[in-house]
């Protein structure tokens, strides 16, 4: 009888592992985000060859993969637990925007000093979000992770 029972509970927290390799038209891209659609907690992103490693349930039916700079690719999964991804470059530009201490004034706008931090600047970093990829890049600007966890707030100073 108890057989019967557990074997229902254990279908349902059945995960598999899926791998792949994420790329664009030149080169892996290092640090894209993989995630189950419809459920960013289950993610991952991709090492410094582009290569990914992923747990997710047997019902996940969709991938994300996101870069900055590239339109998001949705995979179908299937029965497949191997993928090739390939990212196209996103044709949206983002206007600049100068951010200061008390204010927010276009560039053009500005009459003191600033600094540059392009978006290729940020994309080799290998890091999880933009704040930390400023770290190191503007003259003055401190980045201050409180703690080593995952999703730790950073203060910008």
């Not at 994420?22 to 993610?43: C, E, L, N, P, Q």
């Not at 003055?140 to 992770?145: A, F, H």
């Amino acid at each position: 009888m108890l057989i019967l029972i557990s074997c229902p509970l254990s279908i349902l927290a059945q995960n598999k592992t899926i791998t792949g390799t994420v790329r664009d038209a030149i080169d892996v891209v290092i640090g894209a985000s993989v995630t189950v659609k419809g459920d960013k907690s289950i993610g991952t992103i991709t090492d410094m060859d582009g290569n990914f490693k992923l747990s997710v349930p047997v019902s996940a039916k969709e991938l994300v993969v996101s870069f900055i700079g590239y339109e998001d690719q949705t995979v179908l999964i299937g029965n497949k637990t191997h993928f090739a991804v390939t990212l196209k470059e996103s044709s949206v530009m983002l206007e600049e925007v100068v951010a200061i201490g008390y204010a927010k004034v276009k560039r053009k706008e500005l009459t003191g000093s600033s600094v540059s931090v392009g978006s290729k600047d940020l994309a080799i970093a290998p890091v999880t979000t933009a704040a930390q990829a400023l770290a190191g890049k503007a003259a003055g600007v401190n980045i201050v992770q409180q703690s080593g966890a995952p999703g730790a707030d950073i203060n910008i100073i």
